[in-house]
């Protein structure tokens, strides 16, 4: 995922070139390979099992490294793995997928085992350092977007699966990796070694498991490999996570990423999970919707190519963890459904050009009572997503539109289309505004401003010329 700028403190200490790299670190995507956490496999889709040597097939399915190969399958897919290092249309792992940050692009790399593009020459311990150090095989500190302080939580025996994965269960695929376009002296990553001793977490050791335990499993899961926080908790003036764990209220408590809000996670009434029940998360991470809610951005991606993939007890476990997370606010108070709009829309008093700009362009999805089409498209009223302080993610669906993932459960793929040429940004402006105060909804109002920058970001088009 990506970030933004970077920290006064090393203001005596850095060059200006190399502070704006340390701002870029957490923005750039990672230079390397993935890391490991459930322990129960059950992977729907395999890769083909190449070994790294000569091309020789992996030992049968009853030999215990067969058994440890899949279990990394399924690791690498709890993490996402492909989801960075496999570009649109590219080979499996190979990487080259364009990363845009404020200083240039960058491309991730090739994870396949092949030993002269990709990471066959790397030991246990090289892949080790990587994943759970962030320190590439050369010594380089990895741009922090690769999620090692996350993935600093992984036990070494699930990182022993997925090496195991990644040697012997994906196909090597020879394709060199491309160079970044920063320009020097941005492209510097000594400074990055500076950010990684200050923010990166110590790496734990293979303890005796709580996996027994559904609320600890749910959050090895969580704080580790799965790396929830890396989108949904706030990043600091160094663009370092406020929080790696519980400890504060601020791990879980929402972020933005890619013009997305990725939303608060934890027990707020109004605009985190308070209302959801665990049932709730694991309807929404199995099937990427729920009566509350469907996944857009890019959480969409990751229901589409991981959590769906992940068996019941994990899903539930993730679930029984997030709902004992403590609301930011523990003193707000449930919203209540109001029906005043619904009426005056369905008898045509509702006036103003958000109600007008609603009737014309959103209700027939969304109803005039806000409450759209269960698991279809979504309610208005009362939604977390609505009802964040943060407008963005509302603000984005609006102007390009948004698509629900395919998924095993939920296989009907719904979108709504963008909007960005037909309306506005006082037209989006109003109707969120509308949207955020009608049926209970108690958000503040939406800018011009606010939608004129989201809409300069996203690369939508112009606003029409009325």
């Known amino acids: 995922m990506i970030r933004k700028t970077m920290m006064k403190r090393f203001a005596g200490v850095f060059t200006a070139g190399a502070l704006t790299l340390m701002g870029a670190a957490a923005w750039a995507q990672s230079a390397t390979s993935p890391a490991g956490t459930a ?211 601020a791990f879980l408590s929402g972020g933005v990423v890619d013009n997305f809000l990725a939303k608060n996670l934890r027990g707020d009434v109004t605009d985190g999970l308070g209302s959801w029940s665990e049932a709730d998360i694991t309807a929404f991470l199995k099937a990427g919707r729920n009566d509350h809610s469907a996944a857009f951005g890019g959480m969409s991606d990751v229901v589409q190519h991981s959590t769906q993939h992940m068996n019941d007890d994990d899903l539930a476990a993730i679930a029984k963890y997030l709902k004992t997370l403590k609301p930011v606010d523990p003193n707000a108070k449930a919203l209540a459904y109001d029906d005043t709009v619904a009426k005056a829309l369905r008898t045509g008093a509702g006036k103003g050009n958000g109600a007008l700009t609603f009737l014309d362009n959103c209700a027939a999805c969304h109803r005039s009572t806000g409450k759209g089409y269960t698991q279809t498209f979504p309610t208005l009223a009362l939604s977390a997503t609505v009802n964040s302080t943060d407008p963005t993610s509302l603000i984005h669906i609006v102007l390009r539109g948004a698509e629900m993932p395919w998924t095993k459960t939920a296989p009907t793929h719904y979108a709504m289309p963008g909007f960005d040429d037909r309306l506005t940004d006082q037209d989006v402006a109003d109707v969120l505004t509308f949207v955020r105060s009608s049926w209970g909804n108690q958000a503040p109002a939406v800018t011009v401003a606010q939608v004129a920058k989201v809409r300069k970001a996203v690369g939508a088009a112009a606003q029409p010329q009325r």
């Open 39 to 249: 322990v129960s496999p059950v992977p729907t889709r395999t890769v083909p099992a190449v070994a790294v040597e000569g091309g020789a097939q992996p030992p049968a399915a009853n030999d215990p490294q067969a058994q440890l190969v899949k279990q990394g399958e399924y690791l690498a897919r709890a993490a996402d793995c492909a989801a960075c290092h496999t570009a649109p249309k590219g080979q499996p792992f190979a990487g080259g997928l364009p990363i845009a940050s404020p200083i240039g692009t960058i491309y991730s790399t090739n994870i396949t085992p092949d030993k002269g593009t990709g990471i066959g020459s790397y030991s246990l311990e090289d892949f080790d350092k990587a994943v759970r150090h962030g320190i590439a095989k050369n010594g380089a500190t990895l741009y922090p977007a690769m999620p090692y302080t996350s993935y600093a939580k992984v036990r070494p025996a699930d990182i022993k699966a997925l090496y195991a994965y990644f040697m012997n269960g994906v196909p090597p695929v020879a394709q060199t990796n491309k160079s970044t376009d920063i320009p020097w002296p941005m492209s510097m990553r000594w400074p990055l070694s500076i950010w990684r001793k200050m923010f990166a977490p110590a790496v734990v050791a293979d303890t005796a498991s709580t996996d027994r335990d559904p609320i600890s499993r749910g959050r090895y899961l969580v704080e580790g490999l799965a790396h929830c926080s890396a989108c949904h908790t706030p990043r600091g003036v160094a663009f370092q996570e406020k929080a790696l764990t519980d400890d504060s209220t």
